[in-house]
């Protein structure tokens, strides 16, 4: 239950009767609540207006933030530099602006986006945003016809590479086949068993005899040819590995043909899947020393490695992303069209793509270029956002309030403890009814304990630096006696940075790899600009 345990609490002007809430807990509406990535796009806004409306809507489903981020940019009539367009922007005037535009797409329906949660490079979403910016940019300055032109000589060479390509991936398919990425995954694996025998041995559970049996039978697939310990990049080194035939085995009969059938559509499946490899090597019980090894950058490595049609692709697309190869091909057409820089960026656009987001490598490249007419929808049509027919409807009845603690502090309407008691009085009482709350911050607290930017007027938060300005989402509190004695009140945040919650003054406070923490009251109201309230009238 979120409901913990009951408190008196005493404020600075009133009584209050509090319960410590975790909106994460079971029966909470953040009990199923996955961890969002906002990979340096600058949509907190968004993410934390996905999180509030998750919370309310049927079943919690899942909200698109690229989605509400786009329509809410939309709304606002920025049209030009996509690379920064995502940036800044109001967490009740985005869910506002879904409520307006008919719903909301469900984040299922939003192809990159399920892709992101599953990446493992930082800042990837950020890169490809400006690559698309300055591939628009070159597109942009094109007639219609040098465009429609250009795009068809591009996609021309591209076949004939394709053609070319295959024949070569063919012959190589064995060679290639040696190093699927899965290999450096279980050398990480191994060693993981080997120090978890370790672990047990020295805590001796009540049943550490039969973890131990278990896992040492695991270790007859799973051999690392290293009998010392040495630094984790080695360890992930596909040679520390021993190829035993009951290994190459399992991945021939059960690796290999779920990833040459993998589709786009499976990527929530990759969890069972990893259940389905591990447990047979016996780590059933064993969870925490497989999971997130294999991820979409692995399946997308390795199916070009076992099916030649993805390896030819792959190859194509390198051809194209090397501008001076694509100039000699293309040499005349540049020539003529004078095109010098319009095929330099899309050379750079299609380099950044192959190289961080293998899904984008194939045709559907083409089509993105000669189908997006402006540039909201070639950031649709780039991170595959395509659901009008089935957006998550917002109830009508639906209302966000905004209370603004810089102001009321700026204009000396109130005072700081008055703004404070306001604010803590606002979280708890929608947290007592389910429902999250979503706060703009001035972020460097996260960063630098003991910081005070007075609800954000300090200078040190004028927007400078990254996320100098970020909002995120309160989704419960607690009480906690302290080493002075002191009673101190903590709040739960989701923050939207992955796994990592980002708070590095006191990384104890970090809730595993949920993107969750605890703070303390007064260092996070003391830095709070904001705080966005939902209601159902």
């Known amino acids: 239950m979120k409901y913990l345990f009951l408190l008196l609490f005493l404020s600075t002007n009133r009584t209050f009767a509090l319960t410590s809430i975790d909106l994460s807990a079971p029966g909470g509406s953040f009990e199923n609540f996955r961890t969002q990535d906002q990979n340096g796009l600058g949509t907190c806004y968004a993410n934390t207006a996905s999180a509030i409306l998750e919370s309310i809507l049927p079943s919690n489903s899942e909200v698109s933030y690229l989605d509400l981020a786009i329509r809410y940019k939309e709304s606002t009539g920025i049209s030009r530099a996509i690379d920064s367009s995502l940036d800044a922007g109001y967490i009740c005037q985005t ?41 628009y940019d070159s597109i942009e300055r ?98 520390t590995l021993v190829r035993s035939k009951q290994l190459e085995r399992i991945i021939d009969e059960t690796y290999r043909p779920y990833v040459t059938n993998f589709s786009e559509n499976q990527i929530d499946g990759i969890s069972n899947f990893e259940r389905l490899i591990f447990s047979k090597m016996g780590l059933e019980d064993f969870p925490h020393l497989y999971e997130g090894t294999i991820s979409m950058h692995r399946i997308d490595h390795d199916q070009a490695m076992i099916s030649p049609q993805e390896c030819a692709k792959k190859e194509a697309i390198n051809i194209l992303s090397n501008y001076g190869l694509a100039n000699s091909a293309l040499g005349d057409v540049v020539e003529s069209c004078n095109l010098h820089f319009q095929l330099n960026t899309t050379a750079g656009y299609l380099s950044h793509l192959i190289q961080h ?98 609800f954000g007027r300090d200078e040190l938060c004028s927007g400078g630096g990254m996320h100098q300005l970020h909002a995120m989402t309160v989704i419960g509190f607690r009480e906690r006696t302290f080493g002075t004695g002191d009673l101190k009140r903590e709040y739960l945040i989701q923050n939207s940075w992955g796994e990592d919650c980002g708070y590095q ?33």
């Not at 469900?106 to 910016?133: C, M, W």
């Not at 406070?509 to 007064?522: A, K, L, Q």
């Open 505 to 537: 003054p006191t990384e104890e406070s970090c809730i595993g790899d949920t993107g969750r923490f605890w703070v303390e009251e007064n260092e996070l109201l003391l830095n709070t600009r904001r705080i966005d309230e939902i209601s159902l009238n």
């Open 142 to 239: 094109m007639n219609e016809d040098e465009k429609g032109f250009f795009i068809q000589q591009l996609e021309g060479l591209y076949s004939t590479k394709l053609n070319m390509a295959l024949k070569n991936c063919r012959d190589s398919a064995n060679e290639r086949a040696k190093n699927l990425s899965i290999y450096p995954s279980l050398a990480t694996v191994a060693d993981k068993i080997r120090r978890e025998i370790k672990k047990i041995r020295n805590n001796k559970p009540n049943n550490y005899k039969e973890q131990i049996r278990k896992l040492k039978n695991s270790q007859r697939y799973l051999k690392n040819k290293l009998n010392y310990n040495p630094p984790l990049e080695f360890i992930r080194d596909r040679n």
């Open 357 to 454: 987001v293998p899904i984008f490598a194939d045709e559907s490249l083409f089509e993105l270029l000669k189908t997006s007419n402006n540039r909201s929808e070639l950031l649709r049509n780039a991170f595959k956002i395509n659901c009008e027919d089935n957006l998550l409807q917002i109830p009508n009845n639906l209302n966000c309030r905004s209370y603004n603690a810089k102001n009321l502090y700026n204009s000396k309407t109130k005072s700081e403890s008055e703004i404070i008691e306001d604010m803590r009085s606002i979280i708890h009482r929608q947290l007592s009814n389910d429902r999250p709350v979503g706060i703009g911050v001035c972020s460097i607290f996260m960063r630098e304990r003991g910081i005070n930017t007075k």
């Open 95 to 135: 869910i506002e602006t879904a409520k307006a535009s008919g719903g909301v797409c469900p984040r299922s329906d939003t192809l990159f986006e399920s892709y992101a949660i599953h990446g493992d490079k930082a800042n990837v979403s950020r890169g490809i945003l400006e690559q698309l910016d300055k591939v």
